[in-house]
């Protein structure tokens, strides 16, 4: 816990500010449920996520090359960074360093998911209706779901290539199951089908327990006011490149 403390400072002026948030905005969890596992993943029984297919790696190291370099635009950065989607939105919904809160609304043909970071919401529909058509690709998907039982199942598909799951792509499908086990808690269950991704399907588990509300609005937005300063920077900082290399001193 030492180690991970972010109120620890950075050796350089950048590290520290790098670091991020101190400690206080993050979200460690103070409960630990009487399964004690430690890994998300049910299956494989080893606890990992199973390797990348050889298209998914070279796709993967193609994005890190893309996040190194200076961003020529904003569709450079990432999607939270853009404030676009949240990294535990989902589907499937995994827990952050923080604001990992989501509000469950149901109606008689929906439920929607309101998720508090980047207040992202996701509308699942009861109706019975079919997926979309697969020229319609979403952030978060196209999500349907009935119920088996007490069990809410969601089937999710129709993603973006730039929605990425350890490193899924467009392919990627989704299958959620929501069971409540008691007053407070909630089983959730996920299974990741992505064949051109992934070498063979995988299932994560999680507990969910329930809290007080209300959620707080996340104040994250596209067209981030720090894009602007974020690539005014990287020219900045490609400009002095360009006057160290010729000679001249900046003025």
């Not at 950048?14 to 409960?31: L, M």
């Not at 129709?158 to 407070?184: A, K, W």
Request: charged content about 25%; overall charge negative.
């Amino acid at each position: 816990m030492d180690r991970a403390n972010r109120d620890r400072r950075g050796a350089t002026p950048r590290e520290d500010v790098e670091g991020s948030y101190n400690e206080a905005w993050i979200d460690r969890g103070t409960k630990i449920f009487s399964n004690l596992r430690t890994s998300i993943v049910v299956d494989p029984a080893n606890g990992r996520v199973p390797p990348l297919t050889t298209v998914a790696r070279e796709a993967a190291v193609a994005r890190a090359a893309i996040q190194q370099r200076r961003p020529e635009g904003p569709e450079d950065l990432e999607l939270w960074t853009r404030c676009i989607l949240g990294r535990t939105s989902g589907p499937p919904l995994i827990p952050g360093a923080y604001n990992n809160y989501y509000q469950f609304v149901q109606t008689r043909d929906t439920i929607a998911i309101d998720s508090e970071m980047i207040h992202d919401v996701r509308i699942i529909s009861l109706d019975g209706r079919p997926h979309i058509s697969s020229a319609i690709r979403l952030w978060m998907g196209d999500s349907v779901g009935h119920w088996e039982g007490d069990t809410l199942v969601v089937d999710t598909t129709n993603f973006t290539g730039q929605t990425q799951f350890h490193g899924s792509d467009r392919n990627l499908h989704v299958i959620e199951r929501f069971t409540l086990t008691g007053p407070d808690t909630l089983r959730y269950r996920f299974t990741i089908d992505d064949p051109t991704a992934f070498t063979r399907t995988w299932t994560g588990e999680i507990i969910m327990s329930r809290a007080p509300g209300p959620l707080y609005e996340y104040a994250c937005h596209e067209a981030n006011y720090s894009l602007p300063d974020i690539l005014a920077g990287a020219r900045a900082e490609e400009k002095q490149d360009r006057l160290q290399g010729s000679g001249t001193q900046p003025k």
